[in-house]
Structures are given as structure tokens and as C-alpha cells.
């Protein structure tokens, strides 16, 4: 069965009055940007996660809240937007599960691994780099996008014009996160001067209160951080990695990463995936370009 894209226009309305429950209920979530037509008589054969799902009734997503573009909360309303938020979404219409029976809950970098583990999440979605050190601990399906390291820095910055120039510079990123670990491992700048927090937001604070020099993570997280902050704040636009996104599953449920993989291919292949693409991320800027799925 395929996704469509359903009205926005005819359906906000309905669902807002829907959205009245406590922060982090299923209700509380229900006012998507992007809303999908949820799947009927869904079966993943063989996959113990999807079972304990249908049993207990509803999703539990994990993501990401402090990333403008892809995975944001909004502190007022408590709703979650952005382009990861959207394919979590998508995902979980044609595992049939209505907007309502989702609950997003946010985990730092650092924790991915063992909330999957421990079953505190069913899925991840949340700028999270696929690669062999991880897929020793949980799965992957995608890649859904591929982003790339960049730097971000004040406007008036002209003396850090990409990786080479941060000698001497202090850099900031987040605990247990792939960019961290590229600038410690290359030795980019001195390790003290590695400047390492939960969350990407409070690294573009220290940024915009001149107490670090640079901010380093992936190019799409970036734009949205500038495009917040328009005039203060710019990347300099030279990345220095490939940086394939992946919707992190439990290790040994592979029915469930075949399906999920099926489920992003065609999204891919009817449209829907730029759709979500030109209604998030896309609009701070950074052109898109369509992964391929990497089967496994």
C-alpha cells in the first residue's frame, strides 16, 4: 500500500484539538507538519520489537529535541517538527500506527545505544551516523540523508575558513557524537580545547556568547542553527565527512529493518521523501540529494 500525503489543511484543525494531553503522551504529539495515511492490517513477520508494539498499542520514537530543521520541541507548545520528525512519522503510518499512538521521547547522543538495548525506545530517528562501531551494538535501516561535518561560527568570523584553520581554537559538539570524536581522533585543535555538552544547543550558546570559537557537527544541523539565528551566525561550508543517517533499530530484529528499509525506498521512489524533504530541511537552504538504501 502506498504512503499518500494527506491534506495538511483538512486535518489540522481536528488533530489540534486532539493534541491537549501531558508532555511526552502519544496526544501530545498529535499535530504533525507532514501527515500520512496510516497503513491497514500491517504484518512484519519474525519481528519480536514489532510484536511488543502491536501488544502494548502504541509507538515509543526516540529523537532528538534541540535541532531547528529536523528534530525540534517547541518549548511553548511542546510539539516536535523537523525533517527526522517527519520521516518517524511516515514510518510509523505504514507500521499502521495513527498520529496519535506515538510518543516521541527524547535521548541525548550519548544514550542511543542503550535505549534501544535496554527496549526504552522502539526505533530511533535522530541524526544518527551509521557506522560499524554502532552496528556492533544495535541496527540500521537507511540511510534516509547524508549530511556531511562542517563548522559553525560567528559572522564576523574570517579566520576559521574550514578544518585546517582550528588550531588554537576552541571547538564545541556533543558527548559521544561522531563529530567530537573526528576532531579528538585528527587532531584538529587541542584536546582541551575539545568543548563537549548534551546538547547542540547549549555548544550555539556558548558560540553566540563568544566562550568557544566554533561549533562542529553535521552541515544540515548547522544551517538550521544559522537560520535561527540570521545575521549572528554562518557555516563555512567546506564539509569534511559523509555522514549517512540511520533509523536506529534493535540489532538482531532484522524483519523489522527489511520493512522499515522497504518502507524508506518507497518514499524515495513516489516523491513522498522530498516532499518532507521541501517542507523541513530544505528550507534553510542546503539542497537535497536522495541516499541510497544500504541493505545488509
Known sequence: MRVRTLAAVLLTSALALAACGKEGSPTDQAAPAGLFEVAKDVKVEGSPTFEKVKARGNLVIGVKEDQ?????????????????????????????????????????????????INGD???????????AG???????????????????????????????????KKVCSVTGSTPAKRIKDE????????????????????????????????????????????GKLKVVGKTFSSEPYGIGLPKEDKALRDKVNDILQASLDDGTWQKIYEGTLGKSGSPAEKPKIDRY
Do not use: H, M
Not at 121 to 131: E, F, L, P, Q, S
Not at 152 to 164: E, P, Q, S, V, W
Not at 193 to 213: A, H, M, P, R, W
Open 68 to 116: 531547528p530543521g529536523l528534530g525540534y520541541k517547541d518549548p511553548t507548545t511542546n510539539k516536535y517538527s523537523g525533517f527526522d520528525i517527519d520521516i518517524a512519522r511516515l514510518i510509523s503510518a505504514k507500521l499502521g500506527f495513527d498520529p496519535e499512538k506515538i510518543q516521541f521521547k527524547t535521548v541525548q547522543s550519548a544514550a542511543r545505544e542503550q535505549a534501544l
Open 121 to 131: 525506545v522502539d526505533y530511533y530517528v535522530g541524526t544518527y551516523t551509521i557506522n
Open 134 to 168: 554502532r552496528k556492533e551494538k544495535v541496527s540500521f535501516a537507511g540511510p534516509y540523508f547524508v549530511a556531511g561535518q562542517d563548522l559553525l561560527i560567528k559572522a564576523d568570523n574570517t579566520t576559521i575558513t574550514g578544518k585546517d584553520t582550528l588550531k588554537g
Open 187 to 230: 587532531g584538529l585543535t587541542e584536546a582541551a580545547n575539545v568543548i563537549e555538552f548534551q546538547g547542540y544547543s547549549q555548544c550555539v550558546t556558548k558560540l553566540l556568547e563568544g566562550e568557544v570559537d566554533a561549533v562542529t557537527t553535521d552541515d544540515a544541523i548547522l544551517k538550521g542553527y544559522a537560520a535561527a539565528e540570521e
